[in-house]
């Protein structure tokens, strides 16, 4: 059998430390190195209570095993991904980017994995766009000329942490930027909102989308086949209102539980992003074998 | 009562957009600003119900570009100060905020769920650095206790938030909530707080004044109370209680009783009113904004609104959910059949 | 007084006794699972009991899961406890602990370093063992998806110095400033740093975390070495006497019961809305020598008392006594055995569990 694709992740906070739940699961992956700063956090306890390598000096650490690793998983800051990109480059490795920098390709696995096959760094985007943008696509697969989508997601305020609360603004840029070039509209906007319910909401996001003829029964058709596709890899993602036109707009909504690896299961918004980022990372394995 | 000067805000313009589903014209709106300029109010605010940024689908896209709202405005606004409200996670600085300051808006009001201040932090820094007037604002604040008000309160006051206004979005406070939450804040904040109310249960007159004996220095008040759900609290009656009271203040009584008539004729379609709807927002704890959707979505879907507001209460929506409203209508009208 | 009765059955009895007289029960706590720290201290043993009444009696079901750092000595003690199959015990200090049960719903934090000696000894491991593990379980309770209370258990030494006419403490009472290099601050100042620690992670993290602040107690399970009056006074009671009053003995402290204190504590986590905090202790002052008088009455030989003139304070501090009438009033809380029944219950348990 051909050995598993290696991998490292840089940054050991919760999103990483969810990560590496799952890598170890995954027939196609395994993780060689958890990389951070701080020894006594959980996520470094937890990686080395499951005989993973640990390092406390992060990229330096990433440098130094370059050689027994294929792709890094960099779950640190769009600040560090900045610097982390171009030294991942220069090492010869796969970035599967899960901070909102925008420098690579970004990457929705159900809909353009393909395309970033030859590319070595892959940006899972943000977690509403990974809910939202699968949606998008399947709707301008059916409807030509869509003059303006909108995507809305609701997120528990527990599952936003200080890195999202300070980063909101670069949350619905990099959103709306994702859903607009993926469904070809004119006009795109992002909302995001945090709800503070208890107990603890899971999140939800809506899309919205101005068409002059919608095919109705097209579009329905479209989203249900792409929704079992996303399922395949986020098995959280469930629609909860069927695409339907009200007050002249299109409208399609779903909720996304996470699987409560690491995360808490209300954390959806956390787990798609993780999960897209492991669907990334397999298809990257099996690409291997096949070669 | 105390003998501060009471600073009025008036977002007639801004929540009155709730009230007409976003389609305020370029006419009301300059022929009202005009006029509310000459009345002595303090601030006058304009834009989308739910600030900058927030034209979609999602709540109901402007008639008028932001944009242009902005500049209309500030062509008519020479006495009182401009203001908008800024929610983060609709506004961003980059296109919004700076879009305003290029305009001339004077004041910022930055604007969280009561319990979320902390996502204010970035974009009232950003104001407070490019030397205009920011204000920290609390929504939906019958969900927090005073004590969680505070805390929130102090995290925009360290931003650099230079007041702190409660809103009672969904017009559920009764005036010993008030009292107890804005003279809380009164006491313990070095800002000067205010308070905007909503009419759901007729109260909103009532739940200012106490308001300013509790120690708030800044109300708003609309027009013939020209804002989202069952309205804000009317202004021309404010000023009449004012007045009663001898509270002092910059408005002109006369201007104002005759701003709001003017108000009466431009709005006259969509001015608020109670009704079961409204009384049923309060009483679950709603934001007000979501009235016309409810009621919209609801004949739709032909569900009773007062069970869509019932249950979006058990779920304990916020301001910006409005796509939930969907969700619920679809589900009630699927059990309905 | 020397009886035939079993430590163990005047236990039960006691559990029996709590239900009756307390109308209310938990009633949030059914189905809980419930993270315990410290749960095989005098406090853990005492939650531990209450939750197999309220599991035995009231088909509760409850689990928990116990943190202790001294198991081997327990399961001695709590055999009873120890085989009960809703109780998974960690033997482990609450640090080294990844990750709590996925399905915990409420914690209690009850793991303090706390005895004075230690405190005075090794003031430096103290601390660190107080503040660290706060933070660890706060920091691991952010990834728990069905977590309804966090329940902190401080200290009502928070308090600082209270001026000798007060008569009571109540929540809000920090008149007292705490001096940081006095020998005895090392305690009160790591539980405010956990408090200190509860904000934070309430208002960042929007964690539920509730708190209480213990006063004094007394009952069976407690050991009588702890240096405080009214164990000294028991000790010296038991060894023939005499009991020593380092005071005048109009100096006023009270004591709850081992029952109604573990009652409160899991009142409160079941019922505790986000930030309240509430004194946990019998609102009854007693002065010493009454104390002293209701230990010496239990032996037929009644030890003599001996008291110190002149000195009207202890440990700098003239009444102790909690305000409680906040946990009364809100949460419906009763005191179900008063001081004197106290001391004569725990007397019993002592004499049958110690020293025959």
New interface residues.
């Given amino acids: 059998m051909q050995r598993k694709l290696r991998t490292a992740i840089i940054g050991t906070g919760?999103i990483g430390t969810d990560l590496l739940v799952k890598i170890t699961r995954s027939e196609y992956l395994e993780c060689v190195l958890c990389a951070g700063r701080n020894l006594n956090s959980?996520g470094m306890?937890?990686a080395s209570?499951m005989n993973i390598p640990v390092s406390p000096n992060s990229i330096d650490a990433i440098i130094q095993s370059a050689g027994d690793i294929d792709l890094v998983f960099d779950a640190t800051s769009a600040q560090d991904h900045y610097t982390n990109s171009k030294i991942f480059r220069e090492l010869g490795l796969i970035a599967i980017d899960l901070t909102p920098s925008r420098v690579g390709k970004m990457c929705i696995p159900a809909v353009n994995m393909q395309d970033c096959l030859e590319e070595d760094n892959l940006n899972m985007v943000t977690c509403g766009g990974q809910a939202s943008i699968p949606l998008a696509y399947a709707i301008a697969s059916v409807n030509k000329e869509i003059e303006?989508i909108?995507t809305?997601s609701?997120i528990a305020?527990?599952s936003a942490g200080?890195a999202t609360?300070?980063n909101?603004?670069e949350y619905?840029?990099t959103t709306e930027m994702g859903i607009k070039s993926f469904s070809n509209a004119e006009r795109s906007?992002a909302?995001?909102?945090?709800?503070?319910?208890?107990?603890?909401?899971d999140m939800?996001t809506?899309v919205?989308?101005?068409i002059a003829n919608p095919d109705l029964v097209g579009t329905k058709e479209a989203i249900l086949k792409m929704v079992a596709k996303l399922q395949t890899y986020i098995p959280g993602y469930e629609l909860?209102?069927e695409p339907?036109i009200?007050?002249g707009?299109l409208?399609v909504?779903v909720r996304v539980r996470g699987l409560?690896d690491?995360?808490?299961?209300?954390?959806g918004n956390l787990d798609i992003i993780n999960c897209a980022a492991i669907a990334a990372a397999e298809a990257f394995a099996k690409k291997r074998a096949q070669a | 009562m105390s003998t501060k000067k009471i600073i009025i805000t008036d977002p007639s313009l801004r929540d009155g957009s709730h009230a007409c589903s976003h389609q305020i014209t370029e006419e009301q709106l300059l022929a009202y600003a005009k006029s509310a300029d000459e009345t002595g109010i303090d601030y006058i605010e304009v834009g989308h119900g739910n600030g900058l940024g927030a034209s979609s689908l999602q709540l109901g896209e402007n008639l008028i570009e932001e944009k242009r709202m902005l500049q209309l405005a500030r062509s008519v606004i020479h006495k009182s100060k401009l203001s908008v409200h800024v929610m983060p996670g609709f506004a961003t600085i980059e296109r919004e905020i700076r879009q305003a300051m290029d305009i001339g808006v004077d004041l910022f009001r930055v604007a969280s769920h009561c319990t979320e201040a902390d996502i204010t932090m970035r974009h009232i820094n950003y104001i407070r650095a490019q030397g205009k007037e920011v204000w920290g604002i609390l929504m939906m604040t019958h969900l927090a206790t005073k004590e969680v008000l505070l805390e929130e309160a102090q995290k925009m006051q360290s931003y650099g938030a230079k007041a702190i206004v409660l809103m009672d979005s969904a017009g559920a406070f009764l005036p010993a909530d008030v009292e107890s939450k804005i003279g809380h804040l009164s006491q313990h904040l070095v800002v000067p707080v205010g308070f905007h109310a909503h009419n759901n249960m007729g109260l909103s007159v009532a739940n200012s004044l106490t308001a300013i004996n509790a120690g708030a220095s800044i109300v708003d008040a609309t027009a013939c109370g020209f804002g989202a759900g069952a309205g804000n609290t009317p202004i021309e009656l404010l000023a009449a209680a004012m007045f009663q009271l001898k509270l002092d203040s910059n408005l002109d009584l006369y201007k104002v009783l005759e701003t709001s008539d003017l108000a009466r004729i431009l709005f006259a379609k969509n001015l608020p009113f109670s009704n079961s709807t409204t009384v049923v927002s309060g009483i679950t704890g709603i934001f007000s904004g979501f009235a016309k959707i409810v009621e919209r979505v609801s004949k739709e879907l032909k569900v009773d609104p007062k069970d869509v507001f019932f249950e979006l209460g058990r779920r304990k929506v916020i301001g910006g959910q409005e796509d939930l409203i969907l969700e619920v209508a679809s589900e009630l009208s699927k059990k309905n059949n | 007084m020397p009886s035939i009765k079993k430590p163990i059955d005047i236990v039960k009895q006691d559990v029996l006794n709590i239900f009756e007289m307390h109308s209310q029960l938990p009633e949030p706590l059914r189905n809980a699972h419930i993270f315990i720290t410290g749960g095989t201290g005098f406090l853990g043993s005492w939650l531990l009991e209450l939750i197999c009444g309220l599991n035995d009696q009231f088909d509760f079901k409850i689990k928990a899961t116990i943190a202790s750092r001294s198991m081997s000595k327990f399961i001695k003690s709590h055999p009873h406890l120890v085989a009960r199959k809703e109780f998974t015990f960690q033997p482990n200090d609450v640090r080294n602990l990844i990750e709590l049960p996925h399905d915990t719903t409420h914690i209690i934090h009850a793991a303090a370093t706390s005895s004075r000696d230690f405190f005075a000894s090794f003031p430096t491991t103290a601390f660190e063992n107080n503040v660290d593990a706060t933070l660890q379980i706060f920091r691991r309770a952010v990834q728990l998806g069905s977590i309804q209370n966090i329940l902190l258990v401080s200290s009502s030494l928070v308090y600082g110095k209270q001026p000798d006419d007060a008569l009571s403490i109540a929540e809000d009472s920090f008149g007292g400033v705490i001096n940081p290099f006095d020998t005895n601050s090392v305690y009160a100042e790591s539980k405010r740093a956990c408090e200190a620690a509860a904000a934070a992670f309430l208002t960042e993290m929007k964690l539920p975390i509730s708190i209480a602040r213990p006063f004094s107690f007394i009952g069976p399970y407690q050991s009588l070495d702890l240096p405080w009056a009214i164990t000294n006074f028991m000790q010296e009671a038991f060894k023939g006497g005499p009991i020593n009053i380092m005071t005048d003995g109009s100096v006023v402290r009270s004591a709850m019961y081992a029952s109604d204190f573990a009652n409160w504590i899991l009142h409160i986590t079941a019922y505790a809305q986000p930030r309240a905090v509430y004194n946990v202790g019998s609102p009854e002052p007693v002065n010493l020598l009454s104390l002293a008088k209701m230990i010496s009455s239990y032996f037929k030989d009644e030890p003599k008392i001996i008291t110190s003139s002149g000195n009207n304070t202890l440990g700098g501090r003239r009444n102790v006594v909690p305000n409680v009438s906040k946990a009364q009033k809100e949460l419906q809380l009763k005191i179900t055995v008063n001081m004197e029944e106290a001391v004569r219950r725990s007397m019993e348990w002592h004499s049958t569990n110690q020293y025959h």
Avoid: H
């Fill in positions: 919760n959980p306890k937890k209570g303006y909108e809305i609701s305020s527990r200080p609360r300070i909101l603004d619905l840029q906007k909302i995001l909102n945090l709800n503070p319910a208890v107990p603890c909401v939800q809506t919205l989308a101005k909860i209102v339907m009200e007050n707009r409208a909504m409560g690491y995360l808490p299961s209300f954390a």
